[in-house]
Nanobody, 118 residues
Framework: QVQLAESGGGLVQAGGSLRLSCAASGRMSRLYDMAWFRQPPGKEREFVAAISRFGSSTRYEDSVMGRFTISRDNAKNLLYLQMNSLKPEDTAVYYC???????????WGQGTQVTVSS
């Protein structure tokens, strides 16, 4: 069993930056893809970015491509999301997730709020 806990959210002005972290309680290297999702106010949860087990490949949702960077440090059991050039539409609760079985996000964090003011 792996527990995930996000941190690093907050209030930032448009154009600013934030770095989210996700700490895993267990050995994160046993997880396959890890990802960030977000849920904007009044909307469904949506995919933001994902990274493969050893970090060799990443993928991003189109609206964050070139602004957000996902990375992982398996030795430290940490997943990151560097968010630059933030926009008000990036306002959401951000969740990290991990796959124990490829194709299924088995583990989820509790979420961290990111609010971008215009």
């Amino acid at each position: 069993q792996v527990q995930l806990a996000e941190s690093g959210g907050g209030l930032v002005q448009a154009g600013g930056s934030l770095r989210l972290s996700c700490a895993a309680s267990g050995r994160m290297s046993r997880l396959y893809d890890m990802a960030w999702f977000r849920q904007p106010p009044g909307k469904e949860r949506e995919f933001v970015a994902a990274i493969s087990r050893f970090g060799s490949s990443t993928r991003y949702e189109d609206s964050v491509m070139g602004r957000f960077t996902i990375s992982r440090d398996n030795a430290k059991n940490l997943l990151y999301l560097q968010m630059n050039s933030l926009k008000p539409e990036d306002t959401a609760v951000y969740y990290c997730a991990g796959e124990e079985i490829p194709g299924t996000y088995d583990y989820w964090g509790q979420g961290t709020q990111v609010t971008v003011s215009s």
